[in-house]
């Protein structure tokens, strides 16, 4: 998972943050239940849920990073 992230064009990756966690530590256990996951991969933006248990397609992924950048940013035609 953490891969397809890391292949966004550009223009995404400098409005994303990206944090990885191991469910091998404890710091991982922990952000896996405070999201409240269930299945693994998963993918949260901005605290929340948005793709569990699969791999979206970069363009679905794309998508909904430019759509949560313009809500919290104001700028719907100035998108990433």
Known sequence: MAES??????DIQ?????HEWDM????GVRRF?????????TVAMDGELVYE???PMQEEM???????FSL??????NQP
């Open 5 to 10: 992230v890391k292949a966004l064009p550009d």
């Open 14 to 18: 400098r409005v994303v943050e990206v």
């Open 24 to 27: 091998r530590t404890e710091a």
């Open 33 to 41: 239940f405070e999201l409240k996951v269930k299945k693994l991969p």
């Open 53 to 55: 248990a699969l791999i």
């Open 62 to 68: 794309i998508s909904e990073i430019r759509s949560r």
């Open 72 to 77: 919290k940013n104001g700028k719907a035609g």
